[in-house]
């Protein structure tokens, strides 16, 4: 890894001390197809989708750019670091001299950006991160992505720009936005920069729109993993107001390749909502939590609900399974199950994340509930 170090070794056809032996060495005439920059690519999202790409795209070249706030962790990506064509630099997307100094050094030709202050509960508490970051960091990005003629821009947003719905419908493409909380807010105003950007500038852009991920290495404020690690320490769980609220889950897995998809076959200025056609209430995710970890459901607390809180979310995803005949491949049993076992083996790296600040966090968040 060459950290914070701009080198130049890996965009002049050679690859070094080629032995062969590890996945980071690569044949010395291997020619790289895409130069991706992908900004936070240390959190959930953006670190299954670094991983996936490096795995399965070896003709890929990556950049990932992560300022490490309290969400981007390198352990992620820890037996990635090494590879020759991920190089991982921290800093901000705020930062538009670093950004266009990335670009032009490692000669980038998309940006996906996955980089976002990402907590509802968060952007109620403290709502102005959330605008720099990602409506500041959106920007700057895309002022750069205009500069340099950038071939795509992908900008990784969330089904809750379109607000909330009753119990019937889903949100379309044509779904006007209508964002409830501080975080859907910054992102509906981030998507709508890009789509100004496109009409104004002619920057090739798209936007995903995405309903809720599940899957390894989430971050435990986000619902699932944080009932997980209650669960295992057989603490409390904090359900908000009824329970009954509904999201549709996606497999992390599912996502990353449908962005891939995206990257490769889709037309420039198209928007697409992705989702997992898995509407669950909370408490029925709850259960098969409990359920597969052996807990008792007394465990459950009903608290004080989030303020504003979204009643459900449910995508109309045809556009993107008629346009790019993409469906999930992986259904919510199998992928629930395929989370919980990887927290429970991965036990290191949950005590890790939620050492430190994050007994805080809980204690501001959860104390007086
Ligand atoms: P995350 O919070 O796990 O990760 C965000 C990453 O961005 C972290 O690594 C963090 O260090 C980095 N980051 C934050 N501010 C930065 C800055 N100023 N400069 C550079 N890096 C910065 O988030 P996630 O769940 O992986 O979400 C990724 C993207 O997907 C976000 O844009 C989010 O809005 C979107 N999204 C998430 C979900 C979901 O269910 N998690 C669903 C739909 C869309
Ligand atoms: P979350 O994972 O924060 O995602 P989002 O709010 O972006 O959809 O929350 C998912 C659902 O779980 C949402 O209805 C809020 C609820 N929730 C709880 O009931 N308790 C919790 O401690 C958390 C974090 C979420």
């Known amino acids: 890894m060459s950290r914070l170090n701009i080198g130049r070794d890996h965009w002049n056809g050679s690859w070094g001390n ?94 996906i950006n996955f ?22 960091g959106t920007l700057t990005l895309l002022e ?42 910054s992102k509906a105003a981030a998507d709508h920069l890009v789509r100004a950007f496109g009409h104004t500038w002619g920057v090739k852009y798209n936007i995903t729109r995405c309903s809720n991920n599940y899957g390894e290495y989430q971050f435990p404020e986000k619902m699932i993993p944080l009932m997980i690690n209650n669960a295992l320490n057989d603490k409390e769980l904090p359900v908000y107001g009824d329970g009954l609220y509904v999201r549709d889950w996606l497999y992390v897995y599912d996502h990353c390749a449908v962005i891939w998809q995206i990257l490769q076959k889709a037309p420039p200025g198209e928007i697409y909502n992705i989702g997992g056609c898995n509407e669950k209430t909370n408490l029925e995710v709850i259960d098969v939590i409990l359920n597969r970890l052996g807990k008792p459901k007394s465990l459950i607390k009903h608290v004080t609900d989030r303020p504003g809180h979204d009643r459900r979310y449910a995508i109309d995803a045809s556009k993107i399974i008629s346009e790019l005949n993409w469906r999930p491949s992986v259904g919510f049993e199998e992928g629930i199950n395929k989370t919980i076992d990887w927290y429970l083996q991965n036990q290191d790296w949950l005590g890790n994340v939620v050492s430190g600040d994050y007994q805080k966090y809980y204690e501001s968040m959860y104390g007086n509930r």
Request: proline fraction near 4%; charged fraction near 25%.
């Open 144 to 185: 750069v992505a205009r500069d340099k003629n950038l071939e795509r821009f992908i900008q990784i947003s969330t089904d809750e720009v379109y607000g909330a719905l009753g119990p019937e419908g889903k949100f379309t493409e044509q779904t006007p936005l209508s964002p409830n909380s501080p975080y859907s807010a």
């Open 115 to 136: 980089a976002a202050e990402s907590h509802v509960d968060r952007s109620i508490t403290e709502p102005k991160i959330f605008v720099e970051t990602n409506i500041t």
């Open 18 to 111: 080629c032995d062969g032996t590890s996945p980071c060495r690569r044949q010395l005439n291997e020619t790289i197809m895409k130069r991706i920059l992908v900004t936070g690519g240390a959190g959930f999202i953006g670190s299954n989708f670094v991983r996936m790409v490096l795995s399965e795209h070896p003709d890929c070249f990556i950049v990932n750019l992560d300022k490490l706030t309290y969400a981007g962790n390198l352990e992620n990506l820890a037996e990635f670091l090494e590879y020759q064509n991920h190089k991982f630099v921290k800093g901000d997307i705020c930062d538009g001299t670093l950004v266009e100094k990335i670009v032009d050094e490692y000669r980038i030709d998309s940006i």
